[in-house]
């Protein structure tokens, strides 16, 4: 498989760094973080996996409300809830966090109805793989004398959200320890004789006791025995944030019509992490286990995966378009190595036809930079149906810079492409100092950007030595713009800003108003103690004038590492954004399996990009379903050198979010 990559990048990614073979659960690790019901701290005990409390939204509890008591702004008109899990009523209708419509697409809430059919299950038990004394039939399965399991052959997708229904039927003969049950497990193997090993069951015994476990401990039950007779089984799984602001994995399940767990924390989703040997993506294998004749599995299991939105799981894509070599690292355009990407998705009939993509790149080795000035251009190319096709203006992919010195390009999103706007940073004066350019960039590949004029210096980010790694995001039409940016001041850590401008039509942009800390240090916390930087922002949609965008970036902890963080927004034409940080950051680090797992010299994550793709893209094969699209730039020390990598991942994404 091919790649952008500099002259010195010559190994394949893989996943690897797996902690075993199986995957690693509850089960399997020491549960550094467990959630205990009754012990988190929260005056619920725990259970809901919620945030138990607030003070009405005071500027001291994060500020996210803008500071007004109650936890609404004084015009709710048009308005969108600014957090789905802060407790507030955001826009004062009412409806708080997951129980309003605006949140439909949050990662902290799910449509837990909705969803299609999990395209690997095959509901005839024939075809799963059977263990011990399991006996299946097309829609059955008998356990006879002795215990066994069938275990699905390839691994659920639980990690964004999947319901599974099934039938027990409780026979009249049978003994007292016969039993059945439906079973998510990190392995596809149990040990001879014996019941897996299992992340979550659900059992019913021939007693008619009907419980749900988490890794062997019960954590709810029916109040009354199951009668003789058939008993309709579900169990809802939903990824979520806990009140401790970690991301989990939260489980509902009834059978009988009794509820034996409501949205209970059954795992936290660190935990879930699949392996080349194990499951993958990220899940659990599902299997059926039981002991005896007494309980039946009488009809195939189904389930429904439902995408939900969730920030902290992302699957790799390697095999998309964007790990073909998009023919951006051709030998005779800027050796030092590509980076700082841009992407930007073209629906064309609802959906996805086209992604353009731009890069960096310098003629020294890029990571020189940190010793002395590296000048960079820009280039770019495009992939249709045809494959991949180089921006060809002077017989190479090259469109500006690198006099002056270009760089971090941003195409820019929430409004029409064609022809598009692409914001990036330009050296202005001295080597380091940088300012925020724009030009516009036609959809025709061998069209030359026009010309160039500056968005926003250091004279109108008052605060800011240079700007840097620019996100521009366009609101009602090209007028009105928002740009975020990097803040780079001699002597601090960076930070990111923002600035409203509007087209005047005379001059360019003017800038209305700027806001350097976006994300201030005090809500960032721990995991961006030596700065944040390198926001890339879409919008989702659009309401009543107000448009909801997501937010990722970059940050540095106190020891260098730098991972990547999220939060959700909200802006009106002419108003600085509203934003509200993800609790469960960081959502991605360097070494995560699905950028190709561990680095023995160290790696780093320098930059990403993000875009929505819509509908059933013919670009993947088979078609890709409504995705997230990242690319991420990742850099691998070696003894004698660095590889500079450009990593495709996606997240699934429902429609509208």
Do not use: K
């Not at 059954?266 to 699949?274: E, Q, V």
């Not at 659990?284 to 939900?308: M, Y």
């Not at 994300?519 to 107000?546: C, D, K, M, Y």
């Amino acid at each position: 498989m091919r790649r952008l990559r500099s002259r010195s990048t010559f190994a394949l990614l893989g996943l690897a760094g797996a902690l075993f073979a199986g995957g690693c659960t509850i089960i399997l690790e020491p549960d550094r973080d467990a959630i205990v019901p009754g012990m988190d701290g929260g005056s619920d005990g725990g259970r809901d996996a919620a945030f138990d409390g607030s003070d009405g939204g005071d500027a001291g509890d994060a500020g996210f409300d803008g500071g007004l008591d109650g936890g609404c702004r004084p015009d709710p008109g048009g308005q969108l809830e600014v957090s789905c899990n802060d407790g507030l009523d955001n826009d004062c209708d009412t409806l708080v966090d997951c129980d309003d419509a605006d949140c439909a697409a949050d990662g902290f809430c799910c449509d837990i109805s909705s969803g299609s059919a999990w395209a690997d299950l095959t509901s005839d038990y024939m075809f799963w793989n059977a263990f011990g004394s399991a006996s299946p039939t097309a829609t059955t399965v008998d356990f006879g004398t002795g215990t066994g399991q069938l275990v699905h052959r390839t691994c659920a997708p639980v990690a964004f959200g999947m319901r599974l229904l099934t039938e027990f039927s409780r026979e009249i003969a049978g003994s007292d320890t016969d039993y059945a049950s439906i079973v998510l497990a990190p392995v596809d193997t149990p040990p001879a004789a014996m019941p897996l090993l299992a992340d979550l069951t659900l059992r019913v015994t021939h007693t008619g006791v009907a419980t749900l476990e988490r890794a062997g401990t019960i954590i709810g039950s029916s109040t009354t025995p199951l009668a003789v007779g058939s008993h309709a089984a579900r169990v809802d799984l939903q990824p979520s944030v806990d009140e401790a602001g970690r991301p989990v994995l939260l489980v509902s399940a009834s059978v009988g019509g009794q509820t034996l767990a409501d949205r209970e924390t059954l795992m936290p989703l660190s935990d879930l992490i699949g392996s080349p040997a194990g499951c993958v993506p990220d899940g659990l294998f599902l299997a059926v286990e039981g002991r005896g004749s007494g309980v039946l599995v009488s009809d195939a299991v189904q389930a429904t995966t439902l995408n939900c939105p969730n920030p902290t799981q992302f699957i790799s894509d390697l095999a998309g378009p964007l790990g073909e070599d998009p023919i951006l690292a051709s030998g005779d355009w800027r050796l030092g190595g590509a980076g700082e990407p841009a992407l930007h998705a073209t629906t064309t009939s609802g959906r996805t036809e086209r992604v353009d993509l731009l890069v960096d790149a310098s003629e020294p080795e890029r990571s020189d930079e940190i010793l002395r000035f590296v000048d960079f251009s820009i280039g770019g190319a495009a992939r249709i149906a045809g494959g991949w096709f180089q921006r060809s203006i002077t017989g190479n992919p090259e469109i500006l810079g690198p006099a002056p010195s270009s760089r971090e390009p941003a195409l820019s999103t929430g409004a029409e492409f064609s022809p598009g706007l692409v914001a990036y940073a330009r050296q202005a004066g001295s080597a380091e100092v940088f300012e925020i350019a724009l030009a516009n960039l036609d959809l025709v590949l061998t069209a030359a950007p026009g010309a160039s004029t500056t968005l926003l210096d250091s004279t109108g980010a008052a605060g800011c030595t240079s700007l840097r790694d620019p996100s521009l995001v366009t609101l009602a039409g090209r007028e009105n713009l928002l740009l975020f940016f990097t803040c780079e001041t001699t002597g601090r850590s960076p930070r990111i800003g923002v600035a409203t401008l509007r087209d005047n039509t005379v001059t360019g942009y003017d800038v209305e108003e700027v806001l350097i800390d976006l994300f201030p240090a005090s809500a960032v916390g721990n995991f961006g103690r030596q700065g944040v930087l390198s926001p890339e922002v879409i919008v989702t949609g659009e309401e009543g004038g107000t448009y909801a965008l997501r937010i990722w970036f970059l940050a540095r902890d106190a020891g260098g590492r730098v991972t990547v963080g999220f939060a959700f927004g909200e802006a009106e034409v002419g108003a600085l954004p509203r934003v509200s940080l993800y609790p469960g950051n960081p959502i991605l680090g360097p070494e995560d399996a699905v950028l190709g797992g561990t680095c023995p010299l160290g790696c780093t994550i320098d930059s990403l990009a993000v875009t929505p793709t819509e509908g059933d893209s013919p670009l993947w094969s088979p078609p890709l379903a409504p995705s997230y699209l990242f690319l991420v730039e990742r850099s691998r020390f070696r003894a004698d050198g660095v590889d500079h990598e450009l990593v495709p991942i996606r997240q699934p994404r429902p429609a509208g979010g």
